[in-house]
């Protein structure tokens, strides 16, 4: 009973600051955006109809293009709203949750209750899983709404990014949580946070560079390197490929028009070819790969908050 108050309590410390509500109200108004446009077969309809663009990029047989609409629904909304502005506020907004919960005079009382200090770390560190998971039901809820009502495609799998959200914020608050724990430092928490998350796309990147350039593979120690780097580091850019795969989109260069150049027209083809076989990933492996990281991040952070003197 005491571990769920204690979540309850990290929730609620949560739901107190002003970026719990400013995420709330980003989410209202790119769902009251996307609304503002229309798709139809032959045309898309901008601020309910006042605009109209003749087009059939969208549509096949005379049917809206569900792949396309769930690739935009994940590369552009998903990703670059939520994915990326939405994990960055999740951040900053939980980043000073353990260096304000390891003051004096704080931290005294709750060490007084009758709990082990990995429960209390636990109940603190879930409270923030708590935190995301609401601002991603509502994000994923009402954008799915939206895209069944107002475009009349109804997308099942892309709810399921609910929880692919989560586990990307978790995958990154696990280095914010062991930052605070030994720093006792909010700043320092957002940056390395951060500064980890750059990296560990920075070594997804460079895994994707080798694939599109197999003479890179030649050099077998550095193509070694890299494959291991990125099998041990969590694969934040895979949470994209996963969402795309259960809402049954397509490619991201099917977005775009063919290029007129023979040049750009073999590296779209190079690049969609990498992007397919990426969406056919095993999620056991990259999500269970990213998820032990996470989990020796987070022991880390249980025993230096277990021996610490307050």
């Known amino acids: 009973m005491q571990f769920w108050a204690l979540i309850v309590d990290s929730f609620r410390e949560s739901r107190d600051r002003k970026i719990f509500w400013v995420m709330l109200a980003i989410s209202l108004i790119v769902a009251a955006a996307m609304a503002c446009f229309g798709f139809a077969p032959g045309k898309v309809t901008v601020l309910f109809g006042m605009w109209e663009f003749k087009t059939d990029h969208?549509?096949?047989?005379?049917?809206?293009?569900?792949?396309?609409i769930a690739t935009i629904m994940v590369d552009v909304v998903l990703d670059l709203v939520f994915g990326w502005l939405g994990v960055v506020l999740a951040i900053i907004a939980t980043a000073g949750f353990f260096p304000a919960f390891m003051e004096r005079g704080t931290v005294d009382?709750?060490?007084s209750k009758p709990m082990s200090r990995w429960a209390i770390f636990l109940g603190k560190y879930l409270g923030s899983m708590v935190?995301?998971?609401?601002?991603?039901?509502?994000?994923?809820?009402l954008t799915f709404l939206v895209v069944g009502v107002r475009w009349g495609i109804w997308l099942p799998g892309y709810l399921l990014a609910i929880p692919l959200m989560v586990a990307l914020f978790?995958?990154?608050?696990?280095?914010?949580?062991?930052?605070?724990?030994?720093?006792r430092s909010t700043v320092a928490s957002v940056i390395i946070t951060l500064g980890a998350w750059f990296a560990f796309a920075g070594v997804q990147g460079v895994g994707d560079a080798f694939q599109q350039f197999p003479a890179w593979q030649e050099n077998r120690i550095a193509y070694s390197a890299v494959k291991t780097a990125r099998w041990i580091t969590p694969k934040t850019a895979d949470i994209t490929y996963l969402a795309k795969t259960w809402a049954g989109a397509t490619v991201g260069t099917e977005l775009?028009?063919?290029?007129?150049?023979?040049?750009?027209?073999?590296?779209?083809?190079?690049?969609?070819?990498?992007e397919a076989e990426r969406m056919q990933m095993s999620p056991v492996a990259t999500v269970g790969s990213s998820l032990l990281f996470e989990a020796v991040v987070v022991l880390l952070g249980m025993w230096k908050f277990s021996r610490r003197d307050y």
Do not use: K, N
Request: glycine residues 8%; proline residues 2%; charged residues 15%.
């Open 170 to 183: 978790s995958y990154l608050y696990c280095v914010s949580v062991l930052v605070a724990v030994y720093f």
């Open 256 to 274: 775009f028009g063919e290029p007129e150049d023979e040049q750009g027209q073999e590296m779209m083809r190079t690049a969609g070819a990498i």
């Open 131 to 141: 935190f995301i998971l609401l601002h991603a039901g509502v994000f994923v809820l």
């Open 109 to 111: 009382v709750i060490l």
């Open 58 to 68: 969208f549509t096949i047989m005379g049917r809206l293009r569900a792949d396309l």
